[in-house]
């Protein structure tokens, strides 16, 4: 079993910054990929950014250039880093993770509101 924690949202207005964190806890070993998404109200839950343990790196499009996702292998934690934010970024972030037997675990999701 893995349990993921994230932190770090809130309100922010357009051109702003939020640095999301995800905190991985329990059998963190078999973990082999982390990945961000989000849900905005009336939309489906859509990737953001995913990194594995080998530190390949994938984004979405629409982020590509304002968001960097990075990871900490030996404290477990995983961190998106969300530069000029705009009103379109505001969604539910889910921390997500896959492990080398295909299972998926999600966290509780933080809120991210951009808005002035």
């Known amino acids: 079993q893995v349990q993921l924690v994230e932190s770090g949202g809130g309100l922010v207005q357009p051109g702003g910054s939020l640095r999301l964190s995800c905190a991985a806890s329990g059998d963190t070993f078999v973990i082999y990929v982390m990945g961000w998404y989000r849900q905005a109200p009336g939309k489906q839950r859509e990737s953001v950014a995913t990194?594995?343990?080998?530190?390949?790196?994938n984004y979405a499009g629409s982020v590509k250039g304002r968001f960097t996702i990075s990871r900490d292998n030996a404290k477990n934690t995983m961190y998106l880093q969300m530069d000029t934010l705009k009103p379109d970024d505001t969604a539910v972030y889910y921390c997500?993770?896959?492990?080398?037997?295909?299972?998926?675990?999600w966290g509780q999701g933080t809120q991210v509101t951009v808005s002035s």
């Open positions: 997500n993770a896959g492990t080398f037997s295909d299972e998926e675990y």
């Open positions: 990194i594995t343990t080998g530190g390949t790196i």
